[in-house]
């Protein structure tokens, strides 16, 4: 396996822990119940409960809050609603968050007026959960009702351009050639539409805080389920006009985000406020049902066109979607721009649009934007191969692009014709007969083999870190960053180990705290990259004042050896060109009588480098399927997940993150759905019960490859980060091997058996 | 041109709210002495009043198993049981089964096998797999998938659980095929070799 870091002073030697597949440093707190999660914390002092009422209701006003009735009943301390809760900030850019899209974010408790269903509409705050609980249930409100409409198809004519504005989001590329004529002309061509309706994240823990009022002025530490500690922290400090002293916010683990915490929850204000008004230590958590009355996958209609000549060139490629959002923000993903980057066209059309219906603005949820153009666009793909008479591989392999032809530039590297080989090798692609409801098992279902390709940006943010080596040789490395479970824990504690050559057991890296160093919220696959060259930087600050004391010791080996040109290996720096020039860092530290030595590292983009790239991850999926014609069932029994992301850090966590991605297309795939009903404006299946997502039993075998690539442009450590990577490809392979068992082609998410029959 | 709606409250709001009440639960070998209002779940009994916060709340409405405790030797959602109705009983949680420094063989296979990526599901999925191997039925890769699919896992880490599982209940005797990890090598990639 090959180990670049990219700038010096490393050398590759088998104490190296870069690239291995190391257990998580976590691991042991998880699986003993002592990883504490935001509803966990214990608190100075007594503790009080606040429950959330919701509104019953999509749109309308509250007329009368009856918060008498419950007040009455002993220990019941609080019910807050807009009529007694006072108006913190004035101008609503206040309740902007770092990730927030266009328009005006939701002030809860804030006004009467109700724009979605389950708005949150009060709080019950009592002595104990149970009695908040039953406090709640008891309080009654009355509601001015008025018309809504949550019916997407009824407004696709008011349709508008997706505005600018949002991090991460990128517009549609810009049209080339004649797409009309081009696809007039064309011999070969498939048009169709696509549809998914709304997903929700739905992490195991659900969005809670606890907030520990400590006595001394305004000051709390508040506990929070979220993707980035630092985000909440000036959300709600700019609400409530606190310090970053007075607000500190942490988030040691966070049970699962997917981006539904990417964004501060309404949890966090209530919560805060209640403490607040209360000065007294609360806690708010979310139920299960909550979980669906804020963001989600947005539903979705899109409208793809392709054609190819007779050699299976494609000649015309246009990509157009129409998403939800809310009345009161304008959501954007990136939806169509990822077939432009994967396929070259001479003619092209893209476009994607918004239309507003009276739900919550949609969240950023995994592989946002991309897992719902790549269903489409992958599955139109396949259909255009079996148009062009070409094998579906053969076909994509034909139109692989060598550079991003929406920008016209360079990758910085691109190893997905690598992966088609790999995957398709290790699936046995060879032995597949094209012709679709050819193919069957020794029970008689029908067997289908399906492929995709997916692709993700790589992308760097800027990060922070702090690492101090204490007189006994242990080195601390902190950063306010987050694990939702990537692994961030176990992979930044390689990093600063690989970086001054000391033993995984002599380090110890801290996150999700605001009294750390500034790290973005974990999201968009970036974590890895920009969180790990920070602190790899503040690591070799520590090497240089290492270095530096090293070299004022009598007779130093060390003496006149630049940091460059030195290496730290087994807890000792060494001359590059003479290894037995060496001091023990114990020695070091011994010699120079300091107590500690730290220093600030920190890493962002370097545009200046990366602008005349483009800067992607991509993967090749391989399905199989087994259907049953008679009940409409189908059963995905392999998976070959082959990913090139650069350099992995941790095969074992990152193969981890891939499998979870295959599981999540999957479940896009083939259960995912959240059903709005139109009549009451509301997510009907707002429950695990209804809301259907994979169980172990409906997972079998997957395969996941590396194909690794050396990439010192798109990172200064090699790393494009495998978060999303892994979700694409999967909904699409599965609807192509479907397409392959029984030669119907569904475009309409999920892939339930009545869709078959 | 507005509808009135109230919201209607499940039942009518009353100042005489039952007493706490002194309920002795028996955990993990230690009994604990609480006040809790008798309709006070055995999950919340263990996260709100006993500070074992190791078992985990992802639904509360027994659709997920990540509140998942053993009753003596039985595993249960706790989110379902009455704390109450468990006096007297044995109850082991994830506590009860290895600590931090000295894991059970199930905590140490699942951190090996990288069983988890959030972790918040996985002391709900290990005393179900300890409950799993307590009642001796499951032998199969696909009977442990059939037989551990009460429990949810969000970030998806089933294949890693069923090695897991499979590893402690066959003394690692048993390989499972569930798929593999391949790292093809870097080879030149870089931007200058771009046709
Ligand atoms: S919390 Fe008990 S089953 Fe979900
Ligand atoms: S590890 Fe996150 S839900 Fe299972």
Redesign the pocket.
Known sequence: MSQTIATPPTVRLDSDVIGKPINRTDGPAKVSGAAKYAAEFGVTGPLWYGYIVSSPVAKGKITKIHADEVLAIPGVQQVFSHENVSSFAWFDRAYKDDVAPGGSPFRPLHEPEIMFNQQPVALVVAETFELARYAASVLRIEYDVEKHNTDLDSVIGEAFDAPKGKTGFVPPPKPKGDMNKAFAEAPHKVAGEYIHRAQHHN??EMFATTVDWLGDGKKMKIYDKTQGAPNVQQYIAKIFGLSTDEARVISKFT??GFGSGLRPQYQVFLAVMAALELEHSVRVVMTRTQMFSFGHRPHTLQKLRIASDDQGHIQALEHKALAETSQFENATETVVNWTGILYNSPNTNFDYQLSKIDVYTPLDMRAPGAATGNFASESAIDEMSYKAGKDPLDFRLLNYTYSDPTENKPFTSKRLDDCYHEGAARFGWDQRNPEPRSMRDEKGMLVGWGVAAGCWDASMQKAAAKAVLSADGHLTVNSATNDQ?AGTYVIMTQMAAQTLGLPMQQVTFNLGDTNMPAAPVQGGSWTANSVGAAVKDACQEVGKKLLKLAQKMDDSPLAGVNFEDAQFVDGHIRANEDITRSVAIEDILAASGEDKIEADGKAGPNPINQLKYSMHSHNAVFVEVKVDEDLGTIHVTRVVNAVAAGRIMNPKTARSQVLGGTVWGLSMAMMEETYLNNELGRYMNHNYAEYHIPVNADIHKIDVIFVEEEDDIASPIGVKGVGEIGMLGVAAAIANAVYHATGKRVRELPLTSDKLL | MSLQFIQEPLDKATPHVVPAQAVTLNVNGEDHTIQIAPWTSLLDALREYMDLTGTKKGCDHGQCGACTVLVDGKRINSCLALATVYQGKKIQTIEGLGTEENLSPLQQAFVDHDA???????PG?ICSAQGLINEGRCKTEDEVREHMSGN????G?YTNILSAVMEVLHDGDVVVDNGVLITVPVASTKASSVE
């Open positions: 992490p195991m049970g699962g479970g | 988890f990526q959030c972790g918040y599901c996985t999925q949810l896992c969000r970030c880490a």
